[in-house]
């Protein structure tokens, strides 16, 4: 069962799946985003944490990409086109980091540790 929901969302196997990545590409590559940075540190505390640990160069980067598509959406512009054509919308930043912190949280739980955050509202 695994496998066959594994081929339904895998894009060299499944057409509509390949469309549907075609089609964010394109969406991304207008404002000049990568997928990495749709996540929401807010939403999800191993995201913030995550996002903690990378080094301070790749956080600037994102945090750059982020205000240039806010920039470029209030103007209802895009990119150039040359410029589209740069874009790497899939090039991932952030998924082994956060796996790692994933695993972390994981372990912590498993052994019957306290969590090392905790969401608390005032």
Do not use: C
Not at 50 to 58: D, F, K, S, T
Not at 72 to 78: D, F, G, N, P, T
Not at 91 to 109: D, G, I, T
């Amino acid at each position: 069962m695994a496998s066959f929901l594994q081929s339904f969302v895998d894009p060299r196997k499944n057409w509509l799946a390949k469309q549907h990545m075609k089609t964010l590409s394109s969406r991304l590559r207008r404002y000049g985003l990568r997928y990495d940075d749709l996540y929401d540190p807010y939403y999800e505390l191993d995201i913030k944490e995550a996002l903690n640990r990378l080094p301070r160069e790749i956080v600037d980067a994102r945090h750059q990409r982020l205000k240039r598509a806010m920039d470029l959406s209030m103007k209802h512009e895009y990119l150039p086109d040359d410029l589209q054509a740069m874009q790497t919308p899939f090039r991932s930043y952030l998924q082994e980091m956060l796996a790692l912190v994933k695993r972390e949280s994981a372990e912590r739980e498993a052994l019957g540790a306290l969590p090392l955050y905790q969401r608390t509202y005032p």
